[in-house]
């Protein structure tokens, strides 16, 4: 289960580390899956790193390029889990909803977490969910 952070990291050159970049191998080998919010998380920050002038229009095209070459696989359930399963994690663990959609779905999947926020990888330890190291 990938979330935005991992992904930023990976998409930032100054960010992205051999970790990162064997992670990324493992999922375009395997496929990750993700809620339906890291679209949209993923486009508004690195929308944010054009407008900052960090990431230039055209490294945001060949960026968004790559990402469609992998096997992402959308879940289909958040949704109808927000106003329930997710709000119960994100009070449970301290986190916002946006947060608590990525832990809810490894959760719910029995999925490893693959994020570098702190605050995500705390509900895990509480939800018994693996975050990938």
């Known amino acids: 289960m990938l979330d935005s952070s991992v992904t930023l990291a990976w998409a930032y050159g100054d960010e992205r580390t051999g970790e990162i970049e064997a992670l990324?191998?493992?999922?375009a080998d395997a496929g990750a899956m993700?809620?339906?919010?890291?679209h949209f998380e993923v486009?508004?920050?690195v929308t944010g790193a054009v407008r900052s002038k960090r990431v230039w229009v055209l490294q945001w095209s060949a960026i968004?390029?790559?990402l469609a070459t992998l096997m992402i696989?959308?879940?289909q359930h958040a949704e109808a889990k927000a106003w329930a399963a997710t709000l119960e994690i994100a009070d449970q663990c301290g986190l916002t909803l946006y947060d608590a959609a990525y832990?809810?779905?490894a959760h719910r999947e029995v999925l490893l977490l693959v994020t570098l926020d702190k605050a995500p990888i705390r509900?895990?330890?509480i939800k018994?969910?693996?975050v990938l190291p």
């Open 73 to 75: 696989l959308v879940d």
């Open 64 to 66: 968004v390029a790559d």
């Open 43 to 45: 486009a508004n920050a």
């Open 128 to 130: 018994g969910v693996t």
């Open 103 to 105: 832990l809810e779905l």
């Open 123 to 125: 509900g895990a330890e």
């Open 24 to 27: 990324f191998d493992r999922i």
């Open 34 to 38: 993700v809620p339906r919010l890291w």
